[in-house]
């Protein structure tokens, strides 16, 4: 079965300093990955995913990702935080188990503290 | 992608009392699901809600504490029954559309935060 390891409970970063987030995996074969953000008191936006193809990958918000096979990890980075990027982040793996049954596992997630 | 509304947004329950969660999608979509997010926690999946058959249940989960419906492609229920302090949780409704392939990450409603005193 698949799973997803996010080794930082809480991460605090100065508001215009970079930000790297990681996010490690364990399955199979090639895993689709997901990173969402989750705001205080609302559902998960997705940020980026990574199906195939190019390992570096582009978001919404200033986000990137890069997946890296022999690592089983797929880092959030941001090279500039912004106070409004305070939240918590979740990395996801999709995968089938049991043959056609296709699902999101979560990690613990990530908790970004942006200080001014 | 597609837009989902779910309510209630929050309630306060007795334990031993049902609560009903509404999850609407503003298209057809193929696959529903829903989870529960413990608090402080990570999300877990519930089920995978099916149109026409019963939902399928995660290991932990059964379907006599937590029914699930779903009439059509674009609506699904899902009840807490027989509350204890214990189901205090977020409870989020995700759809997505297609197949795995095509599918560009599930999308989640904004959850239902339940307590139960």
């Known amino acids: 079965a698949q799973s997803v390891t996010q080794p930082d409970i809480h991460i605090t970063v100065s508001e215009g300093a970079s930000l790297e987030l990681r996010c490690n995996y364990s399955?199979?074969?090639?895993?689709?990955l997901f990173w969402y953000v989750q705001s205080p008191g609302q559902g998960l936006q997705l940020l980026l995913k990574?199906?195939?193809?190019?390992?570096l990958v582009q978001g919404i918000k200033g986000f990137e990702a890069e997946f890296k096979r022999s690592q089983s990890s797929f880092n959030l980075r941001k090279p500039s935080v912004h106070w409004s990027d305070a939240a918590e982040y979740f990395c996801?793996?999709?995968?089938?188990?049991?043959?056609?049954?296709?699902?999101?596992?979560f990690g613990k997630g990530t908790l970004l503290t942006v200080n001014p | 992608s597609a837009v989902i509304s779910q309510k209630p947004s929050r309630d306060i329950c007795q334990r031993g009392t049902s609560l009903t969660i509404q999850c609407q999608v503003d298209?057809?979509?193929?696959?529903m699901f829903w989870y529960r997010q413990q608090p402080g926690q990570s999300l877990t999946l519930i089920a995978t809600?099916?149109?026409?058959?019963?939902?399928?249940?995660e290991s932990g989960f059964v379907i006599d504490k937590f029914p699930i419906s779903r009439p059509n492609l674009t609506f699904s229920t899902l009840t807490v029954s027989n509350m204890s302090p214990e189901d205090s949780s977020i409870y989020l409704c995700?759809?997505?559309?297609?197949?795995?392939?095509?599918?560009?990450?599930?999308?989640f409603g904004s959850g239902t935060r339940l307590t139960v005193v």
């Open positions: 995700s759809a997505g559309t297609g197949t795995a392939v095509n599918n560009y990450g599930y999308t």
């Open positions: 399955y199979g074969a090639t895993p689709y």
């Open positions: 990574y199906f195939s193809g190019d390992t």
């Open positions: 996801a793996v999709g995968a089938w188990s049991g043959g056609s049954n296709y699902k999101l596992t």
């Open positions: 298209s057809q979509v193929t696959m």
């Open positions: 809600a099916n149109q026409g058959s019963e939902a399928t249940y």
